[in-house]
């Protein structure tokens, strides 16, 4: 595997109002944040044994966070269409439940104090730039990923809200239909009389 890197093709033509300059550009500062993000998450919180599980769930999520980036970025830059969203597949529940992250805005920040605070600035200045932050509100990929990474960090940004998932209107249960009252059934006459005993 050669370590070229991913550079545009030439035979693409970049999307009109993107220079592919700005968007790799973009792409590695966004890593670069989360890498170092990512590595101060597994250092200050091995020494916390009451946030040590987060370490590799929470790794997990910001790699995966800046790999998906780095390839809207690449689309971006080379004027290719996003690929269509998989479907998920239901898999069966796992034997260990998951671990919960915290949902609190700027739980990192809190729990890193001023060593977190340099991210949260990496993160604010670069969405401060009117051109960078225009191109992310453009791009609702973009968009999707850095809204939990501000969010986490406690960063001030002016990324687009999501939109809002409409509510599914139940239908009105068809009325029951009134059920005719049962009439009491008389007891069947016996046919043959009753037996008289003998001691009788």
Same mark, same amino acid.
């Given at each position: 595997?050669?370590?070229?890197?991913?550079?545009?093709?030439?035979?693409?033509?970049?999307?009109?109002?993107?220079?592919?300059?700005?968007?790799?550009?973009?792409?590695?500062?966004?890593?670069?944040?989360?890498?170092?993000?990512?590595?101060?998450?597994?250092?200050?919180?091995?020494?916390?044994?009451?946030?040590?599980?987060?370490?590799?769930?929470?790794?997990?999520?910001?790699?995966?966070?800046?790999?998906?980036?780095?390839?809207?970025?690449?689309?971006?830059?080379?004027?290719?269409?996003?690929?269509?969203? @998989?479907? /998920?597949?239901?898999?069966? #529940?796992?034997?260990?439940?998951?671990?919960? *992250? &915290?949902? !609190? $805005?700027?739980? %990192? =920040?809190?729990?890193?104090?001023?060593?977190?605070?340099?991210?949260?600035?990496?993160?604010?200045?670069?969405?401060?730039?009117?051109?960078?932050?225009?191109?992310?509100?453009?791009?609702?990929?973009?968009?999707?990923?850095?809204?939990?990474?501000?969010?986490?960090?406690?960063?001030?940004?002016?990324?687009?809200?999501?939109?809002?998932?409409?509510? @599914?209107? /139940?239908?009105?249960?068809? #009325?029951?239909?009134?059920?005719?009252?049962? *009439? &009491?059934? !008389? $007891?069947?006459? %016996? =046919?043959?009389?009753?037996?008289?005993?003998?001691?009788?």
């Amino acid at each position: 595997m050669s370590d070229a890197p991913n550079l545009p093709d030439p035979r693409v033509p970049p999307s009109p109002g993107v220079s592919p300059e700005l968007a790799y550009a973009i792409a590695a500062r966004v890593t670069a944040i989360v890498a170092g993000l990512a590595a101060l998450i597994a250092r200050a919180f091995l020494k916390n044994p009451f946030r040590a599980p987060l370490i590799v769930p929470l790794w997990k999520r910001l790699t995966r966070a800046g790999q998906r980036f780095a390839r809207v970025m690449d689309h971006l830059a080379t004027n290719t269409p996003f690929p269509k969203p @998989r479907q /998920r597949l239901r898999t069966r #529940p796992a034997a260990t439940p998951p671990v919960k *992250l &915290p949902h !609190r $805005r700027a739980w %990192l =920040l809190k729990d890193l104090a001023w060593e977190a605070a340099f991210y949260t600035t990496q993160l604010e200045t670069l969405l401060s730039d009117p051109e960078i932050a225009g191109l992310v509100a453009a791009c609702p990929q973009a968009a999707r990923i850095l809204r939990p990474l501000a969010h986490m960090l406690g960063a001030t940004t002016t990324l687009p809200k999501p939109p809002a998932i409409p509510r @599914r209107t /139940r239908k009105p249960a068809p #009325p029951i239909p009134h059920a005719t009252p049962l *009439l &009491p059934q !008389r $007891r069947p006459r %016996l =046919l043959f009389p009753r037996r008289i005993s003998k001691s009788a």
